[in-house]
């Protein structure tokens, strides 16, 4: 049995506010040694329920989070930016089981501790075939195209509200309770790990590889804060205006649905002045 691990930080155990997952902050230093103990947790548990081998994908910021010193030494972990499927790098190799993703949040335009999709803010909403968007619906369905089910999320209690729309039956664990954006009721490291290990235990049972789904065709539309953004989001080939500041697009698989969101982001991102947005 094969599990990857997406490692997300802004729902990992005690992050509340962005210096927390900023990287080079002094509160990020910080809590890397946090989120690195809710990975480790989810990887022991995994083994526990009868794993053989555990991938951690680095899905947060620079993808250069994570304490590799600090995770068992049956972990093996993919570090760094610039891979195909970003968040859920390894899950199109066929090898894969199932899936967790640890430490997410919901969606921009959402409640929830740090709520946003892919960009820190910018993106407003995020819709696909007409349903709002997290980062967790997303991946999910680019994992359903290869089989993969989505076993473990955890995150604050609104991100475990989310995963039942795209993941019903995965375990789910909340580290937090939140409070608003930039606040959480927090539980304790040594409380949150043995919480997702016993969770993750129990969802190794549910790492059943399934019928890939394909067929039909995905739209995502993005509405961001400010015009400009839009525009320069149909730089896209297959980007259009689809509203007031919004564009949408249509890809027949998740997977050339991830990768032209890939893109729009990166080219937004790119259009962001300092100060005014």
């Known amino acids: 049995m094969k599990i990857l691990v997406s490692a997300d930080?802004?729902?990992?155990?005690?992050?509340?506010?962005?210096?927390?997952?900023?990287?080079?902050?002094?509160?990020?230093?910080?809590?890397?040694?946090?989120?690195?103990?809710?990975?480790?947790?989810?990887?022991?548990?995994?083994?526990?329920?009868?794993?053989?081998?555990?991938?951690?994908?680095?899905?947060?910021?620079?993808?250069?989070?994570l304490l590799l010193e600090r995770l068992d030494d049956r972990v093996q972990m993919l570090t760094g930016r610039h891979k195909s499927l970003s968040m859920v790098e390894g899950v199109q190799h066929g090898d894969v089981?199932?899936?967790?993703?640890?430490?997410?949040?919901?969606?921009?335009?959402?409640?929830?501790?740090?709520?946003h999709t892919y960009l820190a803010n910018s993106i407003t909403g995020v819709w696909l075939n007409g349903t709002r968007a997290s980062e967790g619906l997303l991946n999910a369905h680019v994992a359903a195209e290869y089989g993969v089910p989505v076993v473990l999320v955890t995150g604050d209690d609104l991100t475990c509200v989310d995963a039942r729309g795209y993941a019903p039956g995965a375990r789910t664990v909340a580290v937090k309770d939140h409070v608003s954006r930039y606040a959480a009721v927090c539980r304790t490291p040594a409380r949150t790990a043995a919480d997702i290990r016993a969770a993750a235990a129990g969802a190794a049972a549910l790492a059943v590889r399934h019928t890939p789904v394909t067929g039909g065709s995905w739209t995502v539309e993005l509405e961001f804060d400010a015009a400009h953004l839009a525009a320069a989001a149909t730089v896209v080939p297959g980007v259009a205006p689809s509203g007031e500041r919004r564009v949408a697009y249509t890809s027949g698989t998740m997977y050339e649905g991830i990768r032209t969101f890939k893109a729009v982001t990166t080219i937004v991102s790119a259009a962001v002045e300092e100060q005014y947005g």
Request: hydrophobic share 40%; glycine share 16%.
């Open 9 to 65: 930080m802004e729902g990992a155990t005690g992050v509340t506010w962005p210096g927390d997952v900023l990287p080079g902050t002094p509160q990020w230093e910080r809590c890397r040694a946090l989120f690195t103990s809710d990975v480790n947790a989810a990887a022991l548990g995994f083994f526990d329920g009868g794993a053989d081998e555990v991938v951690v994908n680095e899905a947060h910021w620079s993808m250069r989070n």
């Open 97 to 115: 089981d199932g899936i967790a993703f640890v430490g997410y949040h919901t969606g921009a335009g959402t409640e929830g501790v740090l709520a």
